[in-house]
């Protein structure tokens, strides 16, 4: 005890501790930085694979999308391709020729019995009225409606000669 009464006198005992006290603190103050780096180290590892899982999991949702609608794409393709040829092969069907000829003639000899004076030249004019009337029919909604109802689709014309309208001739 006496030792230590004697070397507690010296001013070199002193500074010894005092140094020896704020590298403990200091050590002590390092230690705990370090735990707690190392436990949100930890932390943000665990945050990262959760973070990694989901978007994982977003990919391949993303990527399951993609496929079914790029396989409803090549479908809806394969259908378009098929009712293109399909259309075409109807348009091509033999008597299909025909029988626009024969609507065409139809439709000139109904307006020809309401204007029967002049026979050849208004026959001739009815003849040109009617193609017409046909190549518009052919395409939009009187198509259609021709389709539909087939004696439906020249009952315009019918319509504007009984009324007298007399388009029909130039």
């Known amino acids: 005890m006496e ?19 704020i590298t403990a603190f200091i050590w002590k103050a390092g ?13 943000v590892e665990g945050e990262l ?17 993609n496929d ?13 391709e098929t009712l293109r040829v399909n259309n075409a092969a109807l348009q091509q069907k033999p008597g299909r020729a025909e ?9 000139a000899i109904r307006t020809m019995r309401q204007q029967a ?28 409606v021709r389709r539909v109802i087939p004696g439906l689709g020249s009952s315009a014309q019918a319509a504007r000669i009984t009324a007298g309208d007399g388009s029909d001739q130039p």
């Open 49 to 65: 694979k959760n973070l990694q899982g989901h978007l994982n999991t977003q990919l391949k949702i993303t990527a399951s999308g």
């Open 3 to 21: 030792l230590l009464t004697e070397a507690l006198k010296h001013p070199f005992i002193w500074g010894l501790l005092l140094g020896l006290l």
């Open 68 to 80: 079914s609608l790029q396989a409803e794409l090549d479908s809806l393709r394969k259908q378009n």
């Open 117 to 144: 004076p002049g026979f050849a030249p208004a026959w001739e004019n009815a003849l040109r009225d009617a193609e017409a009337e046909v190549n518009a029919a052919e395409s939009g909604l009187t198509k259609l």
């Open 99 to 107: 029988q626009r000829l024969l609507q065409i003639q139809e439709i």
């Open 31 to 43: 230690f705990t930085a370090r735990r707690n780096v190392a436990r949100d180290l930890k932390r």
